[in-house]
C-alpha cells in the first residue's frame, strides 16, 4: 500500500545517516545499506539476511543488521517477522543502544490490539526517550482504545467485496464528486501496468481505476456497480510506476494524482499530477509545483469543490513531524498553485497526517497516528470554524481500527434503509488493512442508520379506568416543534417517526371536556441519550370533574354580614388554584345557610356571600368574571352525605349515616342543641360546582394577580373544640376539604391516614395517585389497593383555623380515627397547646 511506503520516511532517513558510522564488513551488507538508503527494502533485507552471517563474531555489527532486518520487515508490512527481530534484539539489550526497538514493540502490538502489552513497551520506551511527544498520545490512546471497542459508535461497517481483491485496494474518492456514481481508487492488483516488484514494499505496482454505478431501479445502498477497470483506457495515467490516491474535480473533468517515477540514476520522490480528461481517456499528466520535489514527497492530493484549493501530505522541511497535511491556493482554476500552508498544530503532530478530504467544504477528514487513536493510523475529523479548522474528533470504532484506515469519502445522495424506512443518516466507503478482508488492504462501506422513535400509549379515566375517545393529545418540542392528535375509541394516540425526533424533549398535554386538567394530564418524554430505536410509551389517566358540588374549606361570616375576613381568604384560593390550572372551566360558586331567619333574608345574604368571595377572586386574584358566576341558595339546598359523616362543632362530635339530609326538620329532631348547631354549622357552607368547560381564554384572561404572601401555616383562631376519649383528644379537622375526625397521636412528628379513609379519598378523587410519593408503584397493579406505609402528601391540612400545606402523610391500617397527627407536629407547626377537659377545648399558647 502506497501510505506504507511513505509513513515514516523522517525516521528512515535520520536511519540512513547513522548507517555510514558503522564498519562494513562485506559486499552484500554494503550493498543492503545503500538499497536501504534509496528505499529498495526488499533488496536491502535479502542482502542483509546473506550479509549477517558473514559477521557473526563482530557482535555490534550483527545487532545493528538485526535491527535493520526488523525495519525492512516493518516497513513492507510483515510485522510478525519483524516482531521476532525486535524481540532478539531486546533480549541481547539492544535497547540500550537504541530504544526505538521499544517504541517499534509497543506499535506493533498497538496496532494488533494488545494493549496491555503496548502500554508496557510504551511505557519503558518513556522512561528512556522523556522528551518523545509522540507518547503521551500513544498511551492515551492505548486507553481509549479499549473504551472504543467496548463501546462502539452506531456505524456499520461491511467489506465491499466485488470491488476487493486478494491485493490491496485503498483510497476511494469520487470520480465526479458532484453526481457520486464513479469510485476511482488505487490497487495494486493484477493487470497493473508496472512489471516485477516494487523494491520498496516487495509487492506489485499500483494504478488508478473506477467503478461506475449504473441507472438501476435497485434502489438498496450501496446497490450495483459495474466491472471494476482502469481509469483510462490509453494507459496515460496508469504507467509502470506507482500511481494512485486520485482526487477528481466535481464534474470529473480534472483529476489530481500521486506519481512516483523512477530513475536508475537519481533517487526520486513522489509528486502530484494534474490531468484534463479528454473523451474516454486523458491528456498528458502535469507535474504541479508544489515545493522543493527533488528531496521529498507531495502525495496524496484533494481538490477543493471550486478548485482554489489543493490540500495534499508532504515530508517537506519545517513540518510538526513525519508527513503533515498542507494547502496550496491558487486566485482561479487555470491558474498554478501557490501559497502552500501548514494546517498546523491542531491537525498535524510529530507522527504521520495523510489522506485529506473534504466534507461539505467544512469538514477535514483525514488519517494520523500522531493523535490519540487507536493504534495504527486513524480516521479523524476537523470542523472548520471562521477559517480555522478545530480540534480534531477520533471517529472511533468500527470505522477505526487498531490496524490502518484511511481514505474515506461520504455519499450524500439519499437512500432509504430497509430496516427503518427511513433516509440513511450518513454513508460511504473507506479503507482499512483489518483482519478479515480480502486481500492487505481493501475498500469497505460504512452506513449509519437513522435513529426511529415513534411515541404512542392509551388515555383512561381515573374513575372508571375506562378509555377516553376522542381525547386531545398535544406534543411540544424543546426544537419548536408542535404536533397534535385524538385518542380513538380505544383511548389510543400515536406520534409518528417524521414527528419524534433525535435528540428533542417533548412536553406532552392531554385534554378532554369535563376532566381536570392539573390531575394526571401532562408529561415529558425525551429522545436524548437514545442510541437505538426507541418506541416510547406514555400512557395517561384524566381525573373526571364531579358533578356534585365541591365544598371549599371552612369560610365563617359575622352574624348577619358578608364581608370577607382575611383569615378566610385562604379557603378560596383553592379555588383560585383550580380555575388556573384549567383554564377552560366556568363555575357556579355557590353560598348556603342555616334555616334560622327567613327565607328572603337567608337567600339574599347568601347571595352577597357568594358575590364577595367572587369579587376577591376576580378584583383580587384576577379570574375572568366570565368564568365564575355567584349563586346564592339560602337554605334551599342544605347539605346531604353520601357516606357516613362525622363531625365535631365546639365540643360536640356527630355522627350523620349515609343519606342523611340535613334540613330543617331533622336538624330539629336531634337530641342535643350542640348537635344541631353541629348540623346548622355544617350547611353554612361555600362550595363551587364546574358548569362547563368549553370557555375559551382571552390574553389577558388571568390578569396580573396581586401577590399573596402565604406562610406554610396560617394561624388565626387559638382554641379548637375537642372531644375526650379517655386519654385520647379527638377533634375535627379538614384534609383536602374534606371534613374528617382527628385524634392527637402523643410522643410523634408524624401524621397518619387510615387505610380505609386514604382508598375512599382515592375512589372519590380526592387524592390521586399523582400525590403519592413514589406515585403508581404505591398500588397494586392486581387490585388497586393502596400498599400500607405508602407516604402521599395532602394539598392541605386545616384543624380550626390552623392551616398547613404540602402535608406528608402515611397510609396506616387499623387506626380508629380517619386521621391521628402527632403531638409534636402540631407543636412545632401550630404551637404549643393545653387542654382544658372541663370546656373540652384545646388552647394554643400565645
Known amino acids: 500500500m502506497m501510505i506504507m511506503i511513505k509513513k515514516n520516511i523522517f525516521l528512515w532517513v535520520f536511519l540512513g545517516l547513522l548507517l555510514g558510522t558503522y564498519t562494513v564488513f562485506s559486499q552484500p551488507l554494503r550493498e543492503a545499506d545503500y538499497s536501504f538508503q534509496h ?105 481509549k482504545a479499549k473504551m472504543w471497542t467496548e463501546n462502539p459508535t452506531r456505524y456499520e461497517v461491511e467489506n465491499f467485496k466485488k470491488l476487493n ?40 505496482f499500483s494504478d488508478i481505476y473506477q467503478i461506475n ?13 459495474s466491472p471494476v477497470l482502469p481509469l483510462d483506457e490509453d494507459d496515460v495515467l496508469n504507467t509502470a510506476v506507482n500511481e494512485g490516491e486520485a482526487s477528481a474535480n466535481q464534474k470529473g473533468g480534472v483529476v489530481y494524482f500521486t506519481k512516483c517515477p523512477q530513475d536508475k540514476k537519481k533517487v526520486m520522490g513522489c509528486y502530484i499530477y494534474s490531468a484534463n480528461k479528454r473523451g474516454k481517456s486523458f491528456g498528458e499528466p502535469e507535474k504541479l509545483e508544489l515545493g522543493n520535489d527533488s528531496l521529498y514527497n507531495f502525495v496524496h492530493p484533494f481538490i477543493s469543490p471550486n478548485e482554489l484549493v489543493l490540500y495534499f501530505a508532504s515530508n517537506m522541511p519545517g513540518g510538526y513531524g513525519g508527513y ?47 493523535h490519540v487513536g487507536m493504534g495504527g493510523l486513524d480516521l479523524f475529523v476537523s470542523v472548520a470554524r471562521n477559517g480555522s479548522f478545530q480540534e480534531p ?4 470504532v468500527p470505522i477505526n481500527s487498531c490496524w490502518d484506515d484511511l481514505g474515506i469519502i461520504f455519499d450524500e445522495n ?156 385562604d379557603s378560596l384560593l383553592y379555588l383560585y388554584h383550580v380555575m388556573i390550572k384549567n383554564p377552560t372551566l366556568v363555575v357556579e360558586l355557590r353560598s348556603h345557610t342555616d334555616y334560622r331567619d327567613n327565607d328572603e333574608n337567608n337567600e339574599v345574604l347568601s347571595q352577597k356571600r357568594a358575590q364577595t368571595a367572587v369579587d376577591f377572586l376576580v378584583n383580587r386574584k384576577g379570574i375572568d368574571p366570565e368564568r365564575i358566576v355567584p349563586k346564592g341558595y339560602g337554605e334551599y339546598r342544605p347539605r346531604k352525605f353520601e357516606h357516613d359523616f362525622t363531625y365535631t362543632y365546639k365540643g360536640t362530635t356527630v355522627t350523620f349515616p349515609k343519606g342523611t339530609e340535613l334540613t330543617e326538620s331533622y336538624i330539629t329532631s336531634l337530641s342535643s342543641k350542640g348537635e344541631q348547631e353541629a348540623a346548622n354549622a355544617l350547611n353554612r357552607r361555600t362550595e363551587f360546582i364546574v358548569l362547563r368547560t368549553d370557555f375559551v381564554p382571552k390574553s389577558d384572561t388571568i390578569g396580573k394577580a396581586q401577590t399573596v404572601s402565604r406562610p406554610i401555616a396560617v394561624i388565626q383562631q387559638r382554641s379548637l373544640p375537642i372531644t375526650l376519649d379517655g386519654k385520647t383528644v379527638k377533634g375535627n379537622c379538614q384534609a383536602n376539604s374534606k371534613s374528617l375526625e382527628f385524634e392527637i397521636a402523643p410522643g410523634t412528628g408524624v401524621i397518619h391516614i387510615n387505610y380505609t379513609t386514604a382508598t375512599q379519598f382515592l375512589k372519590d378523587m380526592i387524592i390521586t395517585v399523582n400525590d403519592f410519593e413514589n406515585k403508581e408503584k404505591a398500588i397494586l397493579p392486581e387490585d388497586g389497593s393502596i400498599i400500607e406505609n405508602s407516604i402521599l402528601y395532602l394539598n392541605e391540612l386545616r384543624v380550626g383555623d390552623d392551616y398547613s400545606e404540602n402535608v406528608k402523610v402515611v397510609v396506616k391500617k387499623n387506626l380508629k380515627s380517619p386521621i391521628t397527627i402527632g403531638e409534636r407536629y402540631i407543636r412545632e407547626e401550630w404551637g404549643s397547646y393545653t387542654i382544658d377537659e372541663t370546656k373540652k377545648i384545646l388552647i394554643f399558647d400565645k
Request: glycine share 8%; charged share 30%.
Open 39 to 143: 528505499c529498495q527494502y526488499e533488496k536491502a533485507l535479502d542482502n542483509y539476511k546473506k550479509g549477517i552471517k558473514k559477521i557473526s563474531k563482530n557482535q555490534i555489527e550483527v545487532k545493528r543488521v538485526t535491527f535493520q532486518i526488523a525495519e525492512c520487515y516493518r516497513i513492507m508490512g510483515d510485522l510478525k517477522r519483524a516482531e521476532q527481530q525486535y524481540l532478539r534484539l531486546e533480549k541481547r539489550n539492544y535497547q540500550k543502544d537504541n530504544p526505538m526497538i521499544l517504541f517499534h514493540l509497543a506499535s506493533i502490538y498497538n496496532l494488533r490490539g494488545e494493549y496491555d502489552m503496548a502500554l508496557k513497551y510504551y511505557t519503558d520506551y518513556q522512561k528512556r526517550v522523556p522528551d518523545d511527544s509522540r507518547i503521551a498520545k500513544r498511551l492515551e490512546g492505548c486507553e
Open 165 to 204: 481483491t486478494k491485493q490491496d485496494e485503498w483510497a476511494p474518492r469520487w470520480g465526479n464528486p458532484e453526481k457520486q456514481n464513479q469510485i476511482i481508487f488505487t490497487s495494486n492488483r493484477e493487470g497493473s501496468k508496472g512489471k516485477g516488484t516494487d523494491q520498496w514494499t516487495g509487492g506489485a
Open 393 to 396: 474528533e477520533n471517529l472511533m
Open 414 to 569: 439519499d437512500a432509504i434503509d430497509p430496516l427503518s424506512k427511513s433516509t440513511y443518516m450518513a454513508k460511504g466507503f473507506f479503507s482499512s488493512n483489518r483482519p478479515g478482508g480480502k486481500g492487505g488492504d481493501d475498500i469497505y462501506y460504512f452506513v449509519l442508520r437513522p435513529l426511529v422513535y415513534t411515541l404512542a400509549g392509551y388515555v383512561k379515566d381515573d374513575a372508571t379506568l375506562q378509555y377516553i375517545d376522542g381525547a386531545n393529545v398535544e406534543i411540544s418540542g424543546s426544537d419548536g416543534s408542535s404536533y397534535k392528535t385524538q385518542t380513538d375509541v380505544k383511548g389510543y394516540y400515536f406520534f409518528d417517526k417524521t414527528k419524534i425526533l433525535p435528540n428533542v424533549t417533548y412536553t406532552m398535554k392531554v385534554t378532554k371536556s369535563k376532566y381536570w386538567e392539573d390531575r394526571g394530564n401532562t408529561a415529558t418524554q425525551t429522545t436524548v441519550g437514545l442510541s437505538e430505536n426507541t418506541d416510547l410509551k406514555q400512557d395517561f389517566k384524566l381525573t373526571p370533574i364531579p358533578k356534585e358540588p365541591i365544598i371549599l374549606p371552612e369560610i365563617l361570616y359575622d352574624l348577619a354580614k358578608w364581608d370577607l375576613k382575611p383569615q378566610f381568604e
Open 213 to 225: 454505478k449504473p441507472k438501476s431501479k435497485n434502489t438498496d445502498w450501496p446497490g450495483e456497480w
Open 324 to 370: 503533515d497535511l498542507y494547502k496550496a491556493t491558487r486566485a482561479k482554476k487555470s491558474g498554478k498553485f501557490s501559497n502552500v500552508e501548514n494546517l498546523g498544530p491542531k491537525i498535524n503532530t510529530a507522527g504521520q497526517e495523510v489522506f485529506p478530504s473534504l466534507r461539505n467544504d467544512t469538514m477535514l477528514y483525514f488519517s494520523s497516528d500522531g
